[in-house]
């Protein structure tokens, strides 16, 4: 069994900062790739941030030099930093992993996390 629980999601002012941290656990034998991804009501799920384990980063274009990805290998954790947020950046927030469990290699899902952009 494999979780990934996100954490800091929330309301904040046009112009503002938002933190996101999403930890896995369970039974990961090796975390590849880990990202962001984010839906907005009405349309599809999109890429946000991604991240290797090696730490090679990719941005969608409309988030570059605005938002910054990082992880923890230690701490099976990825960050998602928010800067100069934008009403256009409202969404549910998803974490991602792409991993090797004991059962073999899997791609997971966290809950998610809503992100509220708005005066």
């Known amino acids: 069994q494999v979780q990934l629980v996100e954490s800091g999601g929330g309301l904040v002012q046009p112009g503002g900062s938002l933190g996101l941290s999403c930890a896995a656990s369970g039974s990961i034998r090796v975390i590849y790739d880990m990202g962001w991804y984010r839906q907005a009501p009405g349309k599809q799920r999109e890429l946000v941030a991604e991240?290797?384990?090696?730490?090679?980063?990719n941005y969608a274009d409309s988030m570059k030099g605005r938002f910054t990805i990082s992880r923890d290998n230690a701490k099976n954790t990825v960050y998602l930093q928010m800067n100069s947020l934008k009403p256009e950046d409202t969404a549910v927030y998803y974490c991602n992993a792409k991993l090797l469990a004991n059962f073999g290699r899997a791609n997971y899902w966290g809950q998610g996390t809503q992100v509220t952009v708005s005066s």
């Open positions: 991240i290797t384990s090696a730490g090679s980063t």
